[in-house]
């Protein structure tokens, strides 16, 4: 069988476990910036921060899922606000989708230590499937596309200093793609999601964080990630994530003055996965915190 051959049939697969699998986009690591799914919740750190992730499926395969994520928050401490871009990028094989979302966000103070605020993005979001280097000759795959569509959103979230609850739709696509991609169902419908977290003290030196997050995209099953993971001396955090859909993640964070490190790896636990074929993610992270508050590590 030619490359191309193998190709095509690789984005058959991965494009049918990305229906199956995936209601909206999604990261393992989301208990550590909830940022570019609720852009409200940037409002919780008063200091600047500079957050990467990249996550990566199938390893050792061409054209396996991968995403790569980018987001800068900056304090506008006069006002409680806070503003940010967010740049995602999206490839499954032919298939890639960029999307660039600058945000505001606003807090007012309810008590003591008790806030709620909101928030809102705006930006475009770029298609590409190059369809015709798989089978130019199948009618099916002749065709390339390219689109670019306008995109906004909104979060609302309640915080104090030990817990936030709060529900998102940073994506509301102003117009569809259309029917022509078998990408349409998941990629340019609105997603939304709700999510929580609490840090508790367990003794001294060690910090329990349980987190939850419901995503959902019209057409597919609302997806539910839970995760916790503990805090040793705010430094090294070690944790377990579950995916409903039978995938569990063990996760590892160091925090080291104004740095950020994270290391995820998530399998599938049903028993075709295990002893089998299995799709494995890694997903890494790397943050800076700069700024006022920057000395301390931000464990909610």
């Known amino acids: 069988m030619?490359?191309?051959?193998?190709?095509?049939?690789?984005?058959?697969?991965?494009?049918?476990?990305?229906?199956?699998?995936?209601?909206?986009?999604?990261?393992?690591?989301?208990?550590?910036?909830?940022?570019?799914?609720?852009?409200?919740?940037?409002?919780?750190d008063k200091a600047g921060s500079l957050n990467t992730m990249a996550r990566k499926q199938f390893v050792g395969i061409n054209g396996a899922p991968t995403s790569l994520l980018i987001n800068a928050n900056f304090p506008i401490a006069s006002i409680n606000g806070s503003a940010g871009l967010i740049v995602l990028n999206d490839q499954i094989a032919v298939e890639r989708q960029t999307e660039v979302n600058a945000y505001f966000a606003k807090a007012i103070q309810l008590g003591e230590n008790d806030y709620l605020a909101v928030s809102l993005?705006?930006?475009?979001?770029?298609?590409?499937?190059?369809?015709?280097?798989?089978?130019?000759?199948?009618?099916?795959?002749?065709?390339?596309?390219?689109?670019?569509?306008?995109?906004?959103?909104?979060?609302?979230?309640?915080?104090t200093d030990w817990y936030y609850i709060g529900v998102s739709v940073p994506e509301l696509t102003i117009t569809s793609l259309g029917t022509a991609s078998v990408q349409n169902n998941t990629n340019f419908v609105n997603h939304y999601y709700f999510a929580g977290a609490l840090l508790t003290d367990v003794s001294e030196d060690i910090k329990f964080k349980p987190s939850v997050l419901l995503s959902y995209a019209k057409g597919t099953p609302v997806r539910t990630d839970l995760t916790g993971t503990f805090y040793m001396k705010e430094v090294l955090g070690l944790g377990l994530g579950y995916h409903v859909s039978s995938q569990l993640a063990?996760?590892?964070?160091?925090?080291?003055?104004?740095?950020?490190?994270?290391?995820?790896?998530?399998?599938?636990?049903?028993?075709?996965?295990?002893?089998?074929?299995?799709?494995?993610?890694?997903?890494?992270?790397?943050?800076?915190?700069?700024?006022?508050?920057?000395?301390?590590?931000?464990?909610l």
Do not use: C
């Open 121 to 159: 993005n705006a930006g475009l979001k770029n298609y590409v499937a190059n369809y015709s280097s798989l089978a130019d000759s199948d009618p099916e795959f002749a065709n390339d596309i390219r689109q670019t569509k306008p995109n906004i959103g909104f979060g609302v979230m309640y915080f």
């Open 250 to 299: 063990g996760i590892l964070t160091v925090n080291v003055d104004q740095f950020h490190i994270g290391y995820s790896y998530q399998f599938g636990t049903s028993s075709n996965n295990l002893g089998g074929f299995n799709t494995a993610t890694h997903e890494v992270t790397l943050g800076y915190r700069f700024g006022s508050g920057a000395g301390k590590a931000k464990l």
């Open 2 to 44: 030619t490359k191309r051959g193998i190709l095509f049939i690789l984005v058959l697969i991965f494009i049918g476990k990305a229906q199956a699998q995936t209601s909206a986009f999604s990261y393992t690591q989301y208990a550590d910036n909830l940022t570019p799914l609720n852009p409200a919740y940037s409002l919780l």
